[in-house]
């Protein structure tokens, strides 16, 4: 990659933070490159990044204005170069999905917003509130891109994309349920706010589509490819020919991969379950020690003393998705940027030694989660790591009285 042509790229978008119209900016760049990679756009704002000349926060807020400055050139240079067109490849679900989002979003919640805009009548607002909701399910599409692609980006270097583009999804998500709230608890919402949600929404797909898959052409193999194929079910999909609706194995079923394409007959793999782990208070085989966090109540994942994932559970009833992954991913890139300084601010305080544990409580719906940290340290109170322990306690709240072993 030419450090020069990425350098003169980092002086350009450095005109658009300054304020400088993007037409008279877009005019300069068409002028001296034509086009430009997905990869050196990158480069670029991950160099503006790391000299601390903006902040994630800065290019979150001109995202759109880089997509209409460079977005023309990144979508010619890598037009027929995308996605894999093999149906159930990961890259073909997800780009299905994009195409069965822009249609939900251009006739049924169009024709919705259109509609209250007319009359707000009950009716009407009705309609509309069951759009946003169906809108709503777009997270499941947001939380595979966080949780399945963005790891192998971040591993390949490639960090300041994929935390700008989580801080929209966080936007977006933001803006539905801002309007569903307002719907249902003042009977009206912002005509703006519906506006923009659609504008967002649709440049979000362009980015995605012209900008976030070329970037995983570039870092994904096939193995990657057959991780994620295999963790997408866990997460689930939508807006693609109603599977969101399907349970777990039969989506894995209907979106596999064909795993012979990376010479592997086996689509997961095989785990080593054999061997005695011995511990102070006792000892257990593999299988045991698997299948006995695999059954606690709620979550738990670990966090080693170099602030990288190292393990997680997974029960069958897992209240937030985890995928395989996230094993080796650094702790910061597994928030959204807007959570990040409370979580390094904790992890500071845990290796300092002033905290031992943090808990933290989310009402969602009928569900009500606890998530607790607790600082690991061995009989030197030296730090090792910290542990997150995540549980729907809704039932426990409920508890009165008593029950014990006679009752």
């Given at each position: 990659?030419?450090?020069?042509?990425?350098q003169?790229?980092?002086?350009?978008i450095?005109?658009?933070?300054?304020?400088?119209?993007s037409?008279?900016?877009?005019?300069?760049f068409e002028?001296?490159?034509?086009?430009?990679?997905?990869e050196?756009?990158?480069a670029?704002?991950?160099?503006l990044?790391?000299?601390g000349?903006?902040?994630?926060?800065?290019?979150?807020?001109?995202?759109?204005?880089?997509?209409?400055?460079?977005?023309?050139?990144?979508?010619?240079?890598?037009?027929g170069?995308?996605?894999?067109?093999?149906?159930?490849?990961p890259a073909?679900v997800?780009?299905?999905?994009?195409e069965?989002?822009?249609?939900f979003?251009n006739?049924?919640?169009?024709?919705a917003?259109?509609?209250?805009k007319?009359?707000k009548?009950?009716?009407?607002?009705?309609?509309?509130?069951?759009?946003?909701k169906?809108?709503?399910?777009?997270?499941?599409?947001y939380?595979?891109?966080?949780?399945?692609?963005?790891?192998?980006?971040?591993k390949?270097?490639?960090?300041?994309?994929?935390?700008?583009?989580?801080g929209?999804?966080d936007?977006?998500?933001?803006?539905?349920?801002?309007?569903?709230r307002?719907?249902?608890?003042e009977?009206?919402?912002?005509?703006?706010?519906?506006?923009?949600?659609i504008?967002?929404?649709?440049g979000?797909?362009?980015?995605?589509?012209?900008?976030?898959?070329?970037m995983?052409?570039?870092?994904m193999?096939?193995?990657?490819?057959?991780?994620v194929?295999?963790d997408?079910a866990?997460i689930?999909?939508?807006?693609?020919?109603?599977?969101?609706?399907?349970?777990?194995?039969?989506?894995?079923?209907?979106?596999?991969?064909?795993?012979?394409?990376?010479?592997?007959?086996?689509?997961?793999?095989?785990?080593?379950?054999?061997?005695e782990?011995?511990l102070?208070?006792?000892?257990?085989?593999?299988?045991?020690?698997?299948?006995?966090?695999?059954t606690l109540?709620g979550?738990?994942?670990f966090?080693?003393?170099?602030?990288?994932?190292?393990?997680?559970?997974?029960?069958k009833d897992?209240?937030?998705?985890?995928?395989?992954?996230?094993?080796?991913?650094?702790?910061?890139?597994?928030?959204?940027?807007?959570s990040?300084?409370?979580?390094?601010?904790?992890?500071?305080?845990?290796?300092?030694?002033?905290?031992?544990?943090?808990?933290?409580?989310?009402?969602?719906?009928?569900?009500?989660?606890?998530?607790?940290y607790?600082?690991?340290?061995?009989?030197k109170?030296?730090?090792?790591?910290?542990?997150?322990?995540?549980?729907?306690?809704?039932?426990?709240?409920s508890?009165?009285?008593?029950?014990?072993?006679?009752s």
């Open positions: 990659m030419d450090e020069k042509k990425i003169r790229l980092k002086e350009i450095e005109r658009l933070h300054s304020g400088a119209s037409d008279e900016v877009k005019k300069d002028a001296e490159f034509g086009t430009v990679s997905a050196e756009l990158a670029a704002e991950r160099k990044m790391e000299s000349a903006i902040v994630v926060e800065q290019v979150q807020k001109l995202c759109d204005v880089h997509a209409s400055v460079f977005g023309g050139s990144i979508e010619e240079i890598h037009q170069k995308q996605a894999d067109k093999t149906p159930g490849h073909f997800f780009i299905k999905e994009n069965g989002l822009t249609n979003i006739t049924e919640f169009s024709n917003v259109k509609a209250y007319q009359d009548s009950e009716a009407a607002k009705a309609n509309l509130l069951a759009e946003l169906s809108l709503s399910k777009l997270d499941k599409h939380a595979r891109k966080e949780n399945l692609f963005f790891p192998y980006m971040e390949a270097g490639i960090t300041a994309p994929p935390k700008v583009m989580w929209v999804d936007e977006i998500r933001d803006l539905w349920k801002s309007c569903i307002s719907l249902e608890t009977g009206t919402v912002q005509e703006a706010s519906l506006d923009k949600l504008e967002q929404v649709l979000m797909i362009n980015k995605e589509n012209n900008i976030l898959m070329p995983l052409s570039g870092v193999d096939g193995d990657s490819w057959l991780t194929a295999r997408s866990d689930g999909y939508c807006f693609n020919g109603g599977i969101e609706g399907a349970s777990p194995s039969d989506a894995l079923t209907w979106y596999r991969w064909n795993a012979s394409m990376s010479g592997k007959e086996d689509f997961a793999p095989k785990q080593e379950t054999s061997g782990i011995v102070p208070s006792g000892h257990l085989n593999l299988e045991e020690l698997t299948w006995m966090l695999n109540p979550d738990v994942t966090v080693g003393a170099d602030d990288k994932v190292r393990y997680f559970s997974e029960g897992r209240v937030f998705p985890r995928t395989r992954s996230i094993v080796g991913r650094e702790v910061a890139h597994c928030h959204p940027p807007k990040l300084a409370v979580v390094e601010k904790l992890v500071e305080d845990f290796k300092a030694g002033l905290k031992d544990s943090e808990s933290f409580w989310i009402q969602k719906g009928t569900m009500f989660i606890l998530i607790r607790f600082a690991v340290r061995n009989e109170q030296e730090y090792l790591g910290v542990v997150e322990v995540t549980e729907e306690i809704s039932s426990l709240r508890l009165e009285g008593q029950k014990t072993l006679l």
